[in-house]
Structures are given as C-alpha cells and as structure tokens.
C-alpha cells in the first residue's frame, strides 16, 4: 500500500499535469472566442477612431470578432487598469496611448505599473501634433512666436485639452529648449480650446492634424510647424519645429497592450496579426487621414520605445513642474 506522502504527491503531480494540458489546449486553439479591445476613452475621438479602423483587419487575421469596449476616465487611465487586471489569456488588450510614459511620471498614485502590469505586444500608428495660431497673432513661423514670447514675457498663454495631454507636454518641451515663457490653459477637451484659440484668447496650441485641418483650410488657424522630425504629407509647406529648433520631436502614438504574464505564444500570435492588420489599405488611408502612420514592430521594440518616452517626458514633467487636471 502507497503510504499518504506518496499518494498526496501523486496527486499533486496530477492536478499539475492536468492544469499544464489545459493551458497549452487553451494555448493551441487560441483564439476561440472574441477579443476584447478597451479603449480608455469616450467614443468618436481619435483614439477610439483609431481603435475601430484598427479591430476589422485584426479581427479578420485573428478569426475572431474584436469588440470594442469603451471605458473613458481619467485621460485613459481607467480603461489601462480594467486590462491590467484582466486574466492574461489574450482575451482582453488595451489600446495605448503617448499619454501613459506621461503618466507614469506626473501621476503619484496610478493604479498600475506600466512595465510590469502589461505584456507589450506592438506599436500600431505615430503621427505628429501641429502648431497652430489664430490669423490675429503676428507670428508666421517659429522664430518669430519664440521672439514675441520674449519681447512679452509673461503675456504668452497656451492651451491644451488637458493637463498631462501629448499636447500640453509637446509646448512644455518647446519652452524647456528655447526658454521662452508661455502660461499653460488646460481645457476639458480639444474643442474648447479650439474655439478660444480662434477668439485669440490664448495664443497657440500644439493641435492633432487631422482636428486642425479644416480649421487651417478656412483660415480661421495658421500652422506653423508640425512636431515631427520630418514634414507631414498632409501640409507639406508646414515646416517642422525642429528646423528651428534642432532636436525637437513630439509625436503622438497608439500600441497595444495585454495583462502581465501573456504566455510567449500568444503575444508572437497577437503581435503577428497586428502587424498583418497595418497592411491594411483601408486602415492606412485612415491613419493617413489622421495625420498618422502605420508603425508595425516587435514587443521588444515597444518596450523600448516606451522605456525611451518614459525617461524623455519625466524630463519634461520634473522640469515644468507640470500636474494632472
């Protein structure tokens, strides 16, 4: 007769083996049913564009319908926390934004660590921000906006849809490479900061493209750079700031995250089908539409470029001292 040690190890080893078959079954026949695609903000705003356009070409390569789940909150940072305390089974991702190494650093008491909360599985689309002007404000370019904030110091206000926004930092970094002087406006939202900024209630602001676009056609805006190291497709003649400016850069960004602990064949799998879904022409017409572009990659380069942002924006946020709304 086995004696109890024996017997309990056998079972032990049992429930082991079965738990190590179940999930590589579960593994193997990944998917097997609809992925669940948060999106940390309010639908109809360009992230949740983004998300949409990007769930048709990656629910045809997964096999699988992708369900947009929309869960605005704290500049993304409740649907971010609903994901990482999802199961780490490839049934729940989140879409990143440029705003979270942001975050990271200007927000005390985030309830997730991005580096060790979240399984990176790749970057989808980056774009640049433009600086725009209303007609009323007697600058045409860079040089002369730098000039007139410090022929005025003091005088120069800026806005932004909110504080800790891609937007809000991208002018931080501006001041912090010049020395220009200029008081944050932060706004509930983009368009009501447009609208000041076309009364010439504030200055500038570093807007999306595809937002300022109209605006800039009708004149009621005036571009004068794009936040890029290169020029954007969409205003070709806009110069970037980094022609007067060398070094600057501030794009905007999307990529995809999963729950810590994804099993390796899993993110290959999801990393793989999301790089296929950025050949989509429909969805590069779209990016394109939005001032963006495609930015297929590897987890290990998303966690790089992530580590990258993060130390470049502390920077900035330690510097400005800048704080959440």
Do not use: C
């Not at 080893?13 to 079965?18: D, H, I, K, N, R």
């Not at 970057?123 to 433009?130: D, F, I, N």
């Amino acid at each position: 007769m086995l004696n109890q040690r024996v017997v309990r190890g056998l079972a032990v080893l049992a429930v082991a083996v079965a738990a190590t078959a179940g999930v590589a079954m579960a593994q193997s026949t990944y998917p097997n049913k609809p992925l669940r695609f948060v999106v940390g903000y309010p639908p109809g705003g360009p992230t949740d564009i983004v998300s949409r356009e990007l769930s048709r070409p990656l629910s045809d390569a997964l096999g699988k319908p992708v369900v947009i789940d929309n869960r605005g909150g704290a500049a993304g940072t409740l649907g971010n926390d609903i994901v990482a305390k999802s199961p780490p089974n490839g049934y729940s991702v989140v879409l990143a934004t440029s705003t979270m190494p942001i975050q990271d650093t200007m927000v005390t008491n985030l309830p997730y660590d991005t580096l060790k909360d979240f399984t990176f599985i790749g970057t989808v689309a980056s774009g640049p921000l433009v600086l725009v002007v209303p007609p009323s404000l007697p600058v045409n370019n860079v040089r002369e906006l730098i000039a007139l904030a410090k022929a005025k110091p003091g005088e120069m206000n800026y806005a932004s849809p909110s504080s800790g926004s891609a937007n809000h930092l991208a002018a931080e970094l501006l001041k912090t490479q010049t020395g220009m002087e200029a008081l944050h406006v932060p706004y509930k939202g983009a368009a009501p900061a447009e609208v000041d900024l076309m009364g010439g209630r504030v200055q500038f602001m570093f807007h999306t493209i595809a937002a300022a676009l109209p605006k800039v056609k009708a004149g009621q805006l005036r571009a004068i750079a794009v936040t890029s190291a290169r020029r954007s497709p969409l205003l070709p003649d806009v110069p970037t700031v980094a022609e007067t400016v060398p070094g600057f850069e501030a794009i905007t960004w999307y990529g995809v995250l999963a729950p810590a602990g994804l099993p390796p064949e899993i993110t290959q799998r999801l990393n793989a089908d999301l790089n296929k879904s950025l050949q989509s022409p429909a969805l590069n017409e779209k990016l394109l539409a939005l001032g963006m572009e495609p930015m297929p990659g590897t987890p290990a380069q998303f966690v790089g470029f992530y580590k990258d942002e993060a130390v470049k924006w502390g920077k900035i946020v330690k510097a400005s001292g800048a704080k959440p709304d």
